[in-house]
C-alpha cells in the first residue's frame, strides 16, 4: 500500500551528505516529496526530515541503505499517525485586492494563519499546519491576487518520548 | 604534480606503478587487493583521469574491494569556476564509493587518508575517494600522522546477536535437506577455516556464487559446485528443493536467483550477513544473522550438532552425473571440431593442479573459466562480478602479479574484453610482471552473441568483431606471443606459456558458435535450468 512515510536521518555535518543520501532515492526512482534539514537537538549531529509516497517494504530498504552511509549516525521511518509534523507557507498578495471586502480578514481568523507584513502593495501571510491545510489557503487566497506563495518542507517529531539517536 | 615530485624521493619505500590510462590503474588496484587482501591504492589526475576512474570505482563498490583512489584537483580558490580540468568528482563518485571527501588544506591531509584506510577496509569493504586541492598539495605543514580507529556514526560490524545464532542453529539442526549458499564475505571475512569447520560439522552440500568461488577447495567433499545463471545444474535444481537455504555472506544477487518468484519458496532462509541494509533486500529472510562472518560463524558451529546429509548429498551428485554427461564431457573433452573455451581450462588445469590465481573478464570465457578452473587456495579467483566491466581482467591480472609475485596469475580473456584495456600490455612490459595471458579468441562478444542466438533468432547484431593479430601486437609489446587453433598443439602450447619466464600471450582460437551451458534464461526460475 503507498502511503505518506516520514523518514528521520541523523548526521554528521559533511559537505555533500545530501548529494549521498538524495542519491539513494534517485538510484531507485523514487520521487522526495519534501526535505528539511536543521539541527537536532544535540550539538553538531544534523537532522533530515523527508517525506515520501512509497510502500513500507520499500521505504525500509532505502532506510537501511541511508543508515549504512559512514556518516549517518541513524536512519528511521514514521507513519503519519506516529509522528507530529508542520509545514509552514508564505502567501504573497495584493493589499489592494485583499482589502476589497473582509473576506481575507475572515480567511486569516478561520485559518489560524497570520499577517507577518503589511505594505501598501502587497501583505505577506504566513500559515503552519499540514499540507491540505497550507493548500486550502491557497485555493482561498488564489481569487485575491496572489503574488507569492511558498511552502516549506515536512518537519516532524515522533510521539513516543524516546531519544531518536539513543546511541550517541 | 606536487605529490608526483614527492614521489620521486621514495621511489625505494613506494612502488608505483605507471598504467597507460586511469582505468587499467584502478582494475590493477582492484587486482592487487583481491590477491592479497589488503587495501588497493591508485592515484589519478584531476578531470579526466579522475573521470576515468569510476567504472572501477563502480566495479569495486558492487564487488566490496577495498580501494583508496587518491584525485587530484583545482586549487581550492578555483573550484566551481570550471577551471582546466576541474571537475567535480567528490559529487560524481559519490554513489559508487563507501565514503568520499574533498581536502583543502595540507593539514587535513594525514586524518582524511587515516580515515580513508579504516573505512576502506573496515566492516564490508568499498571504495573510498580522497580528493586533494592543489594548493593542499603545496602547502607545508606539522606532519603528524594518527591512525583512525572509530568514527562515532560508523559501525563497520554489527554487534553478534546469539539470540539469533540459536535461532538459526535450531533450523539447521532440525533440517533434512539443507543447503549452503557462500558468497566473498567468507574471504572478505578471512573467515575461510571457520566455514570449512561449520560445513563439516554441518554435513551440509555448499554451493558458490561468482565470488565467493575459491574459499573453499574445488575438491572438498561438500563443495556441490557453482550458483545462477551458469552454475551447476544440481545447485540450481535443488535451491527449489531445500528446506533450510544458508546464505553466507553473499547477497542474492539476480543472476544468482533468476526469477524471485520463483526463488526457494519451500524453504526457510538464514542469511549470515555483515551489511544489514543486504537483509531481505531481494529475498525475504527468516533468521537473520548478522555479523562479521568470522565471528558468527565459529558461534553457529558451536551451537549445531555433528550431522551428516549422505542421501541428500547424492541428489546433488546425481544432477552432477547429468551435467557431466550432457554439458561437461563435451566440453572439457572434445574430439573433433574447433578448440572448445572448456577444454582449454582442463588443459590449464592439468598443470597448475589448482594454485593458480585465475583472473577473469566478463562474458562466456568467465563463465566456463569459473565453471571449470579448481582451485586450491582461498583468494584466487578475481574477476568481475556485480559490475560484469569488459577490460577488467588484463590490469587487474597485472595488480594480482605484483600483489601476489610468487603466485602463478593466468588472465583468461575474451578477444573482446581485451581490447577495451589492452594498452595495459605497456605496463605489464615496462614492470615485466609475468602474466600469463590467454585469449579465447571466438571473433564476437560471445555472450550477447549467444543471447542473440537463442532469444533473437540469431540476428547477430553488432557483435562480430574483426580482430588484429594479437601475438604480433603483444611482441609489440616485447611480450612473447603464440597463436593456436589445433586440439595437438594445446596442451604442449600450455605447457610452453606456464614454463616461460616472463609474460606470455597465448591466443587460442576457439569455435565462434559455441554457448555456455548450462543456463537460466533471463527472467526463469533456477529450477528451469537448461542444459542446451
Not at chain 2, 256 to 279: C, F, M, R, W
Not at chain 2, 400 to 417: H, S, Y
Not at chain 2, 429 to 439: M, S, Y
Request: charged fraction near 25%.
Amino acid at each position: 500500500m503507498v502511503q505518506a512515510f516520514t523518514i528521520s536521518i541523523f548526521t554528521e555535518n559533511s559537505i555533500g551528505l545530501l548529494h549521498r543520501i538524495t542519491s539513494i532515492f534517485t538510484k531507485r526512482h523514487l520521487s522526495i516529496e519534501s526535505l528539511n534539514t536543521s539541527e537536532s537537538e544535540t550539538e553538531n549531529v544534523f537532522r533530515f526530515t523527508i517525506v515520501v509516497f512509497t510502500e513500507e517494504e520499500f521505504v525500509q530498504k532505502i532506510v537501511n541503505q541511508i543508515e549504512k552511509q559512514v556518516e549517518v549516525i541513524q536512519a528511521v521511518y514514521h507513519l503519519d499517525e506516529e509522528t507530529v509534523f508542520q509545514e509552514i507557507a508564505l502567501y504573497k498578495v495584493s493589499t489592494e485586492k485583499a482589502s476589497e471586502d473582509n473576506l481575507v480578514e475572515k480567511l486569516i481568523r478561520d485559518n489560524h494563519a497570520r499577517i507577518l507584513s503589511m505594505e501598501q502593495e502587497f501583505m505577506i501571510i504566513e500559515k503552519t499546519g499540514h499540507k491540505e491545510e497550507t493548500q486550502e489557503l491557497l485555493e482561498f487566497l488564489r481569487p485575491y491576487g496572489l503574488i507569492e506563495f511558498v511552502r516549506s518542507g515536512r518537519v516532524s517529531v515522533i510521539r513516543p518520548k524516546t531519544e531518536l539517536h539513543k546511541e550517541l | 604534480m606536487p605529490v608526483y615530485d614527492a614521489l620521486y624521493d621514495f621511489q625505494e619505500e613506494l612502488q608505483h606503478i605507471l598504467t597507460r590510462h586511469e582505468q587499467g590503474a584502478i582494475h590493477a588496484a582492484q587486482g592487487y587487493a583481491r590477491a592479497t587482501g589488503k587495501v588497493g591504492v591508485v592515484l589519478a589526475t584531476s578531470g579526466p583521469g579522475a573521470t576515468n576512474l569510476i567504472t572501477g570505482i563502480a566495479d569495486a563498490m558492487i564487488d566490496s574491494t577495498p580501494l583508496v583512489c587518491i584525485t587530484g584537483q583545482v586549487g581550492s580558490s578555483l573550484l566551481g569556476s570550471d577551471a582546466f580540468q576541474e571537475t567535480d568528482i567528490v559529487s560524481i563518485s559519490m554513489p559508487v564509493t563507501k565514503w568520499n571527501c574533498q581536502v583543502t588544506k595540507a593539514e587535513d591531509i594525514p586524518s582524511a587518508l587515516a580515515k580513508a584506510f579504516y573505512i576502506a577496509k573496515s566492516g564490508r569493504p568499498g571504495p573510498v575517494l580522497v580528493d586533494i586541492t592543489k594548493d593542499a598539495q603545496f602547502e607545508a605543514f606539522d606532519f603528524e600522522y594518527r591512525k583512525c580507529v572509530e568514527i562515532r556514526s560508523y559501525k563497520p560490524a554489527p554487534v553478534l546477536d546469539l539470540l539469533q545464532v540459536k535461532k538459526a542453529a535450531a533450523l539447521i539442526n532440525e533440517a533434512q535437506r539443507p543447503m549452503i549458499l557462500f558468497g566473498q564475505g567468507i574471504i572478505l571475512g578471512k573467515a575461510e577455516e571457520e566455514f570449512r569447520q561449520f560445513i563439516e560439522k554441518t554435513g551440509i552440500p555448499s554451493a558458490w556464487t561468482l565470488l565467493g568461488l575459491s574459499a573453499l577447495p574445488t575438491d572438498h567433499p561438500l563443495n556441490v559446485g557453482m550458483l545462477g545463471m551458469h552454475g551447476n545444474y544440481g545447485p540450481n535444481k535443488l535451491t527449489n528443493e531445500c528446506d533450510v537455504l544458508i546464505a553466507i555472506g553473499m547477497r542474492f544477487d539476480d543472476r544468482v536467483t533468476g526469477n524471485l518468484d520463483h526463488y526457494a519458496k519451500q524453504a526457510k532462509v538464514i542469511h549470515l550477513d555483515i551489511d544489514p541494509s543486504e537483509v531481505n533486500k531481494n529475498v525475504k529472510v527468516d533468521v537473520p544473522v548478522l555479523g562479521d562472518c568470522k565471528e558468527t560463524l565459529s558461534a553457529l558451529t558451536k551451537c549445531v550438532r555433528l550431522k551428516s546429509h549422505r542421501t541428500w548429498l547424492e541428489e546433488f551428485r546425481a544432477f552432477d552425473a547429468i551435467e557431466q554427461d550432457k554439458v561437461i564431457a563435451g566440453e572439457l573433452n572434445p574430439t573433433e571440431g574447433p578448440l572448445k573455451m572448456g577444454e582449454v581450462i582442463n588443459q590449464i588445469n592439468a598443470f597448475t593442479k589448482g594454485d593458480t590465481i585465475l583472473v577473469t573478464d566478463v562474458g562466456q570465457h568467465q563463465m566456463v573459466a569459473c565453471r571449470y578452473t579448481r582451485f586450491n587456495q582461498t583468494k584466487s579467483n578475481i574477476t568481475s562480478g556485480g559490475l560484469g566491466t569488459m577490460g577488467f581482467c588484463l590490469p587487474a591480472a597485472l595488480g594480482a602479479k605484483l600483489g601476489a609475485p610468487d603466485r602463478e596469475v593466468i588472465a583468461v580473456i575474451g578477444d573482446g574484453g581485451f581490447q577495451m584495456t589492452i594498452q595495459e600490455l605497456g605496463t605489464i612490459f615496462q614492470t615485466q610482471a609475468a602474466v600469463k595471458i590467454v585469449i579465447l579468441n571466438n571473433n564476437f562478444l560471445g555472450m550477447v552473441r549467444q543471447w542473440q542466438q537463442l532469444f533473437f533468432d540469431k540476428r547477430y547484431s553488432s557483435t562480430e568483431l574483426v580482430n588484429p593479430d594479437f601475438v604480433k601486437i603483444a611482441e609489440g609489446y616485447g611480450i612473447k606471443g603464440k597463436s593456436i587453433e589445433d586440439r595437438e598443439v594445446l596442451n604442449e602450447s600450455i605447457k610452453e606459456m606456464l614454463a616461460y619466464d616472463g609474460s606470455f600471450l597465448l591466443e587460442v582460437k576457439v569455435g565462434i558458435e559455441d554457448n555456455v551451458f548450462p543456463m537460466v534464461p533471463s527472467g526463469a526460475s533456477v529450477s528451469d535450468i537448461r542444459l542446451s
